[in-house]
């Protein structure tokens, strides 16, 4: 068996590197900036690298080892950005104590990035990289991968299985089920008129908006796990006018794909509950979910067999935020998300993760990677 506790100083040597290489996802040189990075790594490991130009945000790379070998790919997915603005480093330095580390974006994900090099680099001095292996480094997964969703679907739908290196739950669980993700915004109009000389005349928006959003609340189901939020609420002007003008924007989680139809279905379905008032709803799905369907039960069951053999346990829990893993799902290519680092308290100051589960994971993906 590889020891990749041997790994680890030259895992958090590229880390501290990573993650001191700022990356918002808005500031294309900046992300750029670590793609070189991840570049020289690959090309270090021998790889054949493609970089996909682009204008906005930051390009994206992949890396293909054994392309030329006939048995289909695993693709193991990242991305280089990060929800934190330059200069945060500042606030949250890279450092680590006990068995700690942290920095902006240690968990989410660059530590997964520093993972699945090692194991790469562990597999291939143990002469076991056997099969062809595809990674994808995007540039834009937080601010919802418009620019790199096609690009995922593409590569998945060649692959035998999809690794996702997002960070895995607290408890070492890996992620086997995400909700999708939807927002809308609803927007009434009244009429405006003197809150004093003329009230009556008045249609108050604000109050259309307050019977709506009630109606919105009832389509929460969570038997389902299905959320309907009001998030932010808006309306009107001054005090001593009736408002003619209120929005609602909220946010929509689900776990069955067959609830974005419902929700978006009864969201369109809304009316006025007060007269000359109107409402307009749009409705918006960016991630549909990862469910843990047949073929994901499957996947794991088999990734738990092949962590056995290596001595180690795998635990899958979920969670309620998307990843780039939701665009795998449909496709029907299994998809076993949370492979990366284990940590908690990602997109805020504290982010952290534990330092030796680089080790662990690599340990993990590398298995995988040998023997699926
Ligand atoms: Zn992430």
Redesign the pocket.
């Known amino acids: 068996m590889i020891d990749f506790h041997a790994h680890l100083p030259h895992m958090l040597t590229l880390l501290k590197h990573l993650v001191e290489t700022e990356s918002p996802s808005n500031d294309k040189a900046a992300v750029d900036r670590v793609g070189a990075i991840v570049q020289e790594e690959c090309h270090r490991l021998g790889a054949e690298i493609e970089v996909i130009p682009n204008t906005e945000t930051g390009n994206h790379i992949i890396a293909r080892w054994n392309a030329h070998l006939p048995h289909q790919p695993i693709l193991l997915l990242h991305?280089m950005d990060t929800v934190f603005p330059l200069g945060m480093l500042e606030r949250m330095p890279f450092y680590s104590k006990d068995d700690k580390t942290y920095g902006p974006g240690v968990l989410?994900?660059k530590g997964g990035i520093v993972i699945s090099l090692a194991a790469i680099q562990g597999l291939q001095q143990a002469r076991e990289l056997n099969r062809p292996v595809t990674a994808l480094f995007t540039s834009d997964?937080?601010i919802g991968s418009g620019t790199s969703r096609a690009l995922i679907e593409q590569l998945a739908a060649q692959a035998a299985i999809v690794l996702v290196m997002?960070?895995g739950l607290v408890d070492g669980s890996i992620k086997v089920w995400r909700k999708g993700v939807g927002d809308f915004i609803v927007k009434v109009k009244g009429r405006a008129a003197h809150a004093g000389g003329e009230h009556e005349k008045g249609r108050n928006a604000i109050r259309e908006l307050a019977y709506q959003v009630l109606e919105i609340e009832k389509m929460t189901d969570y038997t389902v796990g299905t959320t309907v939020n009001v998030g932010v609420i808006r309306g009107g002007t001054v005090t001593n006018v009736v408002p003619d003008e209120a929005v609602a924007e909220g946010d929509i989680r689900i776990l069955l794909p067959q609830e974005a139809a419902r929700i978006e279905a009864a969201l369109k379905a809304l009316k006025p509950a007060f007269p000359d008032t109107s409402v307009e709803v749009t409705v918006t799905f960016n991630r549909p979910p990862l469910p843990f369907n047949e073929t994901n039960q499957a996947a794991l069951a088999k990734a738990q067999q092949i962590a056995a053999t290596h001595g180690l346990e795998l635990r899958a829990g979920g969670s309620g935020g998307g990843?780039d893993g939701n665009f795998v799902a449909p496709l029907g290519v299994p998809v076993l998300d949370g492979l990366g680092a284990v940590g908690a308290d990602y997109h805020s100051e504290r982010e952290w993760i534990y330092t030796t589960s680089l080790a662990s994971r690599a340990q993990l993906v590398a298995a995988l990677l040998r023997d699926w």
Request: hydrophobic content about 10%; glycine content about 0%; charged content about 50%.
């Open positions: 991305h989410d994900m997964e937080e997002e960070s990843s």
